[in-house]
């Protein structure tokens, strides 16, 4: 199953074999898009056991996409995140990829259906660099996608949920056969948004530019590089801009929990200069060794078991 497989999942409560994890193929989430999930890493902590990289945000974010849906998720905040751990125990895992999903069952079929039954799952696998090792040493390669972000009052853009993601899935489908790594989602005034999976900073001038948080998906990742840009700083300015603020950067780079920080090199082949550049590549050693407990003022990020 291309590297998703582990021992153990929870799921609905209980831990089970991988192989028997399984729902009913009438499943209403399946059919509309129906699960409110996230996407978290655990890492090996300098004792030697895990620690998961601001679970707590991650599971308030779950709460908060659970909660848009108007989803009725019979675990809380505090019983989810000790399943993460359970499924790393259950794995003897301390590093992993952490997919929770709260979404609708079998049931009723029609757009309407509110009686369903809600199940709760947490998967978890090994997940290695999202963009690969070159992508990471020398920068990736962006498109700017054909395929623009959801109007908000189309899907509400701040819901981490399955259905949202097909938009994402276009463009980041487009981005690869056209040779490129990933996508750069413009929104529906043409101003840049975020990528298909992560969100998105550029420098020029010592400043740093990231577009708001108003109307794409709050990345957790977003918040710590914020975190590590002001506790060394270095000016950030949340601002709406355009594509070609990309084109004349100094630096360009990538974050998000899969993709962690990850450099750009070039924006619809116009190049940037050498990258990673140097605001890069401390964000990117600062939030390596935070989320490893080596960072004293971000181990409040670490969460334990
Ligand atoms: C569309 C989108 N933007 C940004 C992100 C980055 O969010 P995070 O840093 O919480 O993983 C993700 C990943 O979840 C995403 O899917």
């Known amino acids: 199953m291309a590297g998703i497989e582990s021992d153990f999942i929870w799921f609905d ?23 409110a999930f996230e996407g978290i890493r655990s890492y090996t902590q300098p004792d030697g056991k895990s620690g998961i990289w601001r679970l707590d945000t991650h599971m308030r974010r779950l709460g908060d996409t659970v909660r848009m849906m108007r989803l009725t998720c019979p675990f809380d905040q505090a019983a989810l995140q000790k399943a993460c751990f359970e ?27 509110r009686s369903n039954p809600v199940h709760t799952v947490v998967g978890a696998f090994k997940w290695g660099l999202y963009m690969g090792e070159e992508g990471m040493k020398r920068g990736i390669r962006l498109k700017t996608s054909t395929f623009v972000r959801h109007h908000p009052n189309a899907a509400l853009q701040r819901m981490k949920i399955s259905g949202n993601y097909v938009n994402n899935v276009l463009a980041r489908y487009e981005a690869i056969d056209d040779g490129f790594d990933e996508a750069v989602m413009l929104d ?53 801009f355009a594509r070609d603020a990309l084109y004349t950067a100094d630096e360009v780079w990538l974050c998000g929990t899969a993709a962690e920080v990850t450099p750009v090199r070039e924006i619809d082949r116009r190049e940037l200069p050498p990258s990673p550049g140097p605001i890069t590549s401390r964000v990117i050693e600062t939030y390596a060794a935070g989320v490893r407990g080596n960072v004293s003022w971000l181990r409040d990020g670490v969460i334990r078991a």
């Open 13 to 35: 409560g209980k831990i089970v074999p991988f192989a028997d994890a399984k729902i009913h193929v009438m499943s209403h989430a399946l059919h509309y898009g129906i699960g």
């Open 87 to 113: 499924v790393l125990d259950a794995n003897h895992w301390t590093e992993a990829y952490i997919r929770p999903i709260v979404f609708t069952g079998a049931g009723e079929l029609g757009l309407g259906a």
């Open 188 to 240: 529906h005034h043409g101003f840049v948004a975020e990528g298909t999976g992560e969100n998105l900073f550029y420098a020029r001038d010592g400043v740093v530019y990231t577009p708001s948080a108003m109307n794409i998906l709050p990345g957790v990742t977003r918040t710590t590089v914020l975190d590590i840009l002001r506790h060394e700083g270095i000016e950030v300015r949340e601002q709406t």
